[in-house]
């Protein structure tokens, strides 16, 4: 039976109301009969108040929560990390409010926000992004409560420890269960080569440790940024049916700006079979067979040990365009890789979870292996930093190596944050009028003063003349600075989104720059359920710790901004100067809906570029270009699901060819925009890249509390060929 709780304009307020009240509530009729015929009133009052007590704490329970930081416990320094969290609300009162982490200095809740909301009662599961801005070894989380009752506000607050995976180690993550763990690879050692190695001019050996970690695949994230600190992504069994589409989206997006992705196979085959894995795999799944053995595995380098004689059930499959096969037996592809956008995808067609692989003393070996083929590219319009030489493996170019996140940093990070903040009313008065308004103040404050005050014979009014020629060229001053600054609140948003021909998932950077004209607060939404935002900070790269040492970090100059992670990023309060100017970026991908699928040929000797282009993204794309080292060829616009036919000549890169050889109608941001983004771009011929701009924005914004002008930029960089 229910315990009716002793609450609203019904709760009784002396004994006999008491008596009344407990005469109908059938639970304790019994006990309370028993207790009258007693006629012991101490008794009558202790048990009304026990139950009363008892009831009450069912009506305002706490919230309960359980989370983990990272993957299994893990992450990297410097990097955004994913916290899960599940809350259970176990009242019948909906809840409602935000999740943050205790800053550990100031031990208040920290800028970056979840906001949540849960029915009674009811459980329900949530991701919050945590930049952790100082070292530590566990992250204080605080469950805020704006809406619904609570009993005890202490119980809100959970401490979740973790450890740190140093910025120089490579951190491989495995989803799934317990069985799916590598943490036997866990303090071994690759090598990699770096300029100096015997054999190569100029190169030299490093090696680079192993660390492994784990998470559920309920509990992946659901921005690509979640995956900020991982090298190595490995799907032991995610099953897409049993996956929320916002999981499934993250991973291809941050495969697409960089990341490595390892599909696991076995004799699931149908798990396999699906759009997600469709996109992302560098085969086609056919079916499932049994292989009386895996002795190919004995091919791969160094493989020492060689596995054992028994039965394996492998994937089988037909290889895509483009894609490579590392290991062959009976005709099936047992290890096969592609470059998807600027990461990368190896797939298993058998199950590295199985009794044979896991008993196999060489799977240390062959996973190294694995590893050595990763390779982390960083989009163009990236802020990530190195701290370190770039690596080289045996047989790969440099630009294919495993470069991790934080070993490389994009130059155009700087011009195109420049770019977003290049406001036309924000101009600096020259030295020479400085100068001369300077001059003529103090002419007229003294020398003029003086002279007419004296001819009328009324020195005495320097009192009130020598107060008036200040406050006149104090407004004057105004006047000026109000007319160089200007009165308008601008708002540009410059986005990049890159991808590559033939794939559908695309990372975003955006970049914004607001000027306030005035003294005050604005808000901001950013309308993108994948993006997650932080401010530009000018300060000594030496301010930043990592891993207790005066080094730079991997985002170096960009901090947490009080931000609100819903179904939109919510930054609340954005309070501004005046005349003054603040820069965010928020890091994103998005589903283009469909690829730009690209057949080219290039004809060096004629300068000639053709063939076929075809739109199947949901963009209109505008003002396209191909450039092909330092040469450009001019495409006509191709609106989305239409194909276009290329025939255009090649021309080198000018100072004016942009506009005066082509006529590309670009506004002064998207020229800036796209001489910063050329000043980057590879130059070496074979590289195929093409430029294209959208009227509609990936990540849209809006600003509140303020009416901007407001200028944009959106560009779309795909590559046709890998760097």
């Not at 031990?107 to 949530?126: D, N, V, W």
């Not at 180690?169 to 015997?198: C, E, H, I, R, Y």
């Not at 700006?257 to 196979?265: D, K």
């Not at 006047?479 to 590559?500: D, P, Q, W």
Request: charged share 15%.
């Amino acid at each position: 039976m229910a315990v009716q709780a002793i609450t609203g304009n019904n709760t009784p307020k002396n004994l006999q109301e008491i008596t009344a009240w407990l005469s109908n509530k059938s639970i304790i009729i019994p006990i309370w009969s028993s207790i009258s015929q007693g006629g012991a009133m101490f008794t009558k009052i202790l048990v009304v108040f026990s139950i009363a007590l008892t009831t009450l704490s069912i009506e305002a329970q706490a919230v309960q929560i359980d989370a983990e930081v990272g993957f299994g416990g893990k992450c990297r320094q410097g990097t955004w990390v994913p916290i899960t969290i599940n809350l259970k609300n176990p009242t019948n009162d909906t809840i409602a409010g935000t999740i943050a982490t205790i800053d550990l200095i100031t031990k208040q809740p920290s800028t970056h926000r979840t906001a949540f909301e849960l029915g009674g009662p009811s459980e329900k599961q949530y991701t919050h992004y945590w930049l952790p801005d100082q070292p530590g070894s566990e992250a204080i989380l605080k469950v805020m409560v704006d809406r619904g009752r609570v009993k005890d506000e202490n119980k809100l607050i959970v401490k979740c420890p973790y450890q740190y995976v140093y910025p120089d180690n490579m951190f491989v993550t495995a989803v799934g269960p317990a069985q799916a763990t590598l943490n036997f690879l866990d303090g071994f050692q690759l090598v990699a080569l770096k300029p100096g190695q015997s054999g190569i001019p100029g190169s030299t050996s490093t090696q680079i440790r192993i660390e492994a970690g784990l998470i559920d695949a309920d509990n992946i994230p659901d921005r690509p940024l979640g995956y900020d600190g991982v090298d190595v992504l490995v799907l032991a069994d995610l099953a897409p049916s049993r996956t929320a589409p916002e999981q499934l989206a993250a991973i291809g997006m941050w495969v697409a700006s960089g990341g490595t992705l390892v599909v696991n196979g076995g004799a699931d085959y149908q798990r396999l079979q699906n759009s997600f894995y469709e996109e992302m795999l560098p085969v086609k799944v056919t079916g499932a067979r049994e292989l009386s053995s895996l002795n190919s595995l004995n091919t791969i380098p160094n493989i020492g040990i060689p596995i054992e004689n028994a039965a394996s059930v492998v994937i089988e499959s037909q290889l895509k365009p483009n894609a490579r096969t590392l290991v062959m037996q009976e005709g099936i592809p047992l290890v096969t890789v592609w470059d998807y956008g600027l990461g990368r995808v190896i797939f298993l067609a058998f199950d590295y979870t199985s009794p044979t692989l896991r008993a196999w003393g060489g799977q240390i070996n062959m996973w190294k292996a694995i590893l050595l083929l990763s390779s982390k590219r960083v989009p163009l319009a990236s802020p990530i930093i190195d701290t370190s030489s770039h690596t080289t493996m045996p047989g790969l170019p440099p630009t294919q190596s495993p470069i991790r996140p934080h070993q490389r940093e994009s130059t155009t990070m700087g011009s195109i944050e420049s770019v977003a903040g290049n406001m036309p009313s924000i101009t600096t008065p020259s030295l020479q009028i400085i100068l001369i308004y300077l001059l003529a103040y103090l002419f007229c404050l003294v020398p003029v003063n003086y002279f007419i005050l004296t001819r009328k014979n009324r020195r005495e009014l320097a009192w009130i003349t020598t107060p008036a020629v200040i406050i006149l060229f104090t407004i004057g001053a105004y006047g000026i600075g109000y007319t160089m600054k200007g009165s308008r609140l601008l708002l540009n948003t410059i986005s990049v989104t890159e991808a590559s021909t033939g794939i559908k998932y695309a990372a975003i950077n955006t970049y914004i720059g607001i000027f306030s004209p005035a003294r005050r607060s604005y808000g901001m939404e950013i309308y993108d359920t994948f993006a997650v935002t932080s401010e530009r900070e000018q300060v000594n790269a030496n301010q930043y710790w990592l891993g207790g040492t005066q080094q730079q970090t991997r985002r170096r100059g960009w901090k947490p901004i009080n931000v609100h992670f819903a179904d939109t990023t919510v930054l609340p309060e954005i309070s501004m100067d005046m005349w003054s100017m603040r820069s965010f970026r928020a890091e994103s991908g998005c589903d283009l809906g469909g690829a730009l699928d690209a057949n080219l040929t290039v004809d060096t000797k004629a300068k000639k570029v053709t063939g076929r282009i075809s739109n199947n993204t949901k963009y209109d794309l505008n003002d396209c270009q191909i450039f092909i080292g330092q040469q450009t060829a001019m495409i006509d616009n191709i609106r989305k699901n239409s194909v276009v036919e290329v025939e255009s000549d090649l021309s080198h890169i000018g100072s004016n060819s942009i506009h005066a050889q082509h006529k590309i109608k670009l506004s002064e941001l998207e020229l800036d925009l796209l001489t910063s983004i050329l000043n980057q771009l590879p130059t070496m011929p074979k590289n195929i890249i093409i430029t294209a701009w959208s009227d509609q924005s990936p990540t849209p914004i809006k600003l509140k509390r303020g009416h901007a002008e407001r200028q944009s930029a959106n560009c779309f960089l795909f590559r046709v060929s890998p760097d």
